[in-house]
């Protein structure tokens, strides 16, 4: 089993595609080359197109003497820049990681401010509105625990069963610069030496299961509640709707990391 970063941003996502490169294509790759075998990985969670992932998993089989652990290192040589094993170890042969329970987190991330920040474009979703974080943290209280979550599917998913259940949802803030300069004075009219308000908010997720695109609509979601576009009590109106149309818009994929996989 390997333990899996990447940068998703020049990626098709997790699952080969008929076109566009692939992690599963890249890992795929490269294991052949390096084991000299016909190696095909499994993946525990097929992430989006421009999703990220700090702790994604996948295994594989092999007749290789090399010891387990030492795989990782022997992969990474190859692999490139965006894509690292973070470890690898032996599990039984019939180990299945989708048919093993487990707890999923995701993490987005909003840049909130005036202007972009170009440093942390690939990494997060700049939105310049203001953000109520609390009305935020009351409307995700809906969704945690089991519920159908029809409203937060793609339609064009294929999931007949959209039965989900979350665990917990935290929303952190946190000031990234105040629009003073660094000695605590207000910046000179039209000079360099001010630094640009800007806050982070951390909308973390975790459950059991995820259907398609269900994290970038929730988050679409709360930040039309954010925005005060909704009032919180909106959410329950949407998850009782089960209809996709009901929810807020997709949020970009750049802000979305899948952070852990826990088999339990």
């Given amino acids: 089993m390997l333990t899996v970063s990447y940068d998703g941003t020049n990626y098709c996502g997790w699952q080969i595609q008929p076109t566009g490169i692939t992690v599963e294509e890249v890992l795929n ?17 097929r992430t989006d197109s421009g999703v990220h992932a700090l702790g994604n998993l996948c295994v ?13 290192f022997a992969l990474n040589q190859s692999l490139p820049d965006d894509i690292v094993i ?14 093993r329970d487990s707890i ?17 474009r690939r990494y997060s979703h700049f939105f310049y509105q203001p ?6 943290r009351l409307g995700a209280k809906y ?20 039965v989900r259940e979350l ?16 000695d605590g004075s207000d910046p000179v009219i039209g000079g360099s030496a001010g630094l640009r308000e800007a806050k982070e908010i951390r909308i973390r997720i975790s459950g059991t299961g995820f259907l398609y695109n269900m994290v970038r609509i929730i ?46």
Avoid at 29 to 45: A, K, P, T
Avoid at 60 to 72: A, M, N, R, Y
Avoid at 144 to 156: I, N, W
């Fill in 104 to 120: 999923k987190t995701y993490e987005y991330v909003i840049s909130a401010g005036k202007v972009p920040d170009p440093l942390r």
């Fill in 143 to 162: 969704l945690v625990g089991e519920h159908d979550f029809k409203s937060f599917c793609s339609s064009h998913s294929d999931k007949e069963y959209t």
């Fill in 60 to 72: 594989f089989d092999t007749d290789s003497e090399i010891p387990p652990e030492k795989i990782c």
């Fill in 167 to 182: 665990t917990a949802i935290t929303i952190e803030e946190k000031i990234i610069s105040d629009g003073k300069c660094l």
């Fill in 219 to 264: 988050v679409g979601t709360l930040l039309r509640v954010g925005t005060g576009f909704w009032e919180p009590e909106k959410v329950k109106e949407i998850l009782d709707a089960r209809d996709r149309n009901a929810a807020g818009p997709k949020a970009p994929a750049c802000g979305l990391t899948l952070l852990e996989i826990k088999l339990l």
């Fill in 86 to 99: 973070q470890s690898s170890c032996e599990v039984a042969p019939d180990f299945h990681p989708r048919k």
């Fill in 131 to 136: 953000l109520d974080v609390e009305k935020m």
């Fill in 29 to 45: 790759r490269e294991l052949c080359r390096l084991l000299s075998e016909d190696i095909h990985v499994l993946g525990v969670s």
